[in-house]
């Protein structure tokens, strides 16, 4: 009776481990049905969302289509539509690095895509620029990725595994003692050298690594995007409400993004002398860096909200947002119906810098 009983119990637990994969296998089988039926519609442009309040903007333009279709991939929801002419796929990241790289390498992984379209708002490193306007870069890099290095050492000495090729003292460092609010005096914390990211290109060798620090962007796409430079963007939040200074659109050399929320004057102040960096903010990165070892053309489109710590009271964002994410939108839009008529180069760019 007893091994009746153990055999009954077994089978039971089998049947709750196997009924699963059983119903995850035919869920599968749809999910690759429906995106290879939306692929035999492509191909189409990836358009690369951070947020629900950078979304919503495009969702409601008047020159987005969008259509009931949509697949769910990997805790992903990937929208169908048009804007212009031009079949788009769009996909919210969520916040962060490693949210937009996860995001866009399932985009470029399972759908017929001829470019990526990123856009967002940003805070702004160059005091050049102003609240509202749409800063489009060059090139982007990834800058918290970093050899912190030991107290005691400077740029002379090597970094730990800097022989082996995993560390360098190419890029620079910050020498955080020269931001002591006691003037002239040392703390512990020493230097931190900005690394490249070790990338694996789709046609390059397995396993075989190499490193990049300035992602450059579609060469084809850039060219594209100076166009838009005389575009009018919106300068007020209301009737009441609007910017001292008229928001434009301006091409840049720099911009980058780390897992941080950056609102320090003078970090800001650093990388803009630094690097001639733009735009600061959390995910352009890593939308970059997958679609460049995918060999695919993306831009990015960042609008300014605010003055990395720069503020008077508190961080204009908050104030913002809204205006700097429609300026995005509208520009995107507008970038996106450029390709409908225009063939960009299928290069991607140099990394010269």
Not at 110 to 123: K, L, Q, R, T
Not at 187 to 210: A, H, K, M, S, T
Not at 340 to 349: F, L, P, Q, R
């Amino acid at each position: 009776m007893r091994s009746v009983n153990f055999f009954i119990i077994l089978v039971f637990v089998v049947s709750i481990v196997l009924l699963p994969n059983e119903a995850n296998g035919k869920l599968l089988r749809e999910t690759q049905r429906l995106i290879d039926e939306a692929n035999a519609l492509g191909p189409y442009i990836g358009v690369v969302i951070p947020n629900n309040f950078e979304m919503n903007p495009l969702l409601n333009h008047p020159e987005y289509k969008g259509t009931q279709n949509f697949i769910d991939i990997g805790g992903r929801r990937f929208r169908f539509g048009s804007v212009g002419e031009k079949p788009v796929i769009l996909v919210m990241t969520g916040l962060g690095m490693l949210n937009s790289g996860l995001a866009t390498e399932l985009l470029l992984s399972f759908f017929d895509i001829e470019g990526v379209v990123h856009y967002g708002i940003a805070g702004n490193a160059n005091p050049s620029l102003n609240i509202g306007d749409v800063a489009i870069p060059q090139y982007w890099s990834h800058s918290a990725l970093w050899s912190w290095q030991r107290y005691g050492s400077g740029p002379e000495n090597k970094l730990p595994l800097e022989d082996a090729g995993d560390y360098t003292r190419e890029f620079g460092y910050l020498n955080i003692a020269k931001y002591s609010t006691k003037t002239g005096s040392d703390n512990l914390l020493g230097n931190i050298w900005y690394q490249p990211e070790e990338i694996f290109p789709v046609d390059g060798v397995p396993e075989n690594r190499q490193h990049i620090f300035w992602v450059p962007v579609n060469d084809g796409y850039y060219t594209l995007a100076k166009t838009l430079e005389s575009m009018e963007l919106e300068g007020c939040l209301n009737t009441t409400s609007c910017l001292s200074t008229q928001p434009k659109v301006t091409t840049v050399q720099r911009g980058t993004s780390a897992s941080i929320y950056l609102d320090n004057a003078d970090y800001r102040t650093f990388i803009y002398s630094k690097f001639n960096i733009s735009p600061v903010e959390m995910e352009s990165a890593a939308v970059a860096l997958v679609s460049h070892q995918q060999r695919k053309p993306f831009i990015v489109i960042r609008a300014l909200s605010d003055l990395a710590g720069g503020g008077e009271h508190s961080n204009e964002a908050d104030t913002f947002i809204d205006l700097a994410a429609k300026n995005s939108v509208d520009v995107a839009v507008a970038f996106i119906k450029l390709l409908v008529n225009n063939i960009a180069s299928s290069g991607h760019g140099s990394s010269d810098v």
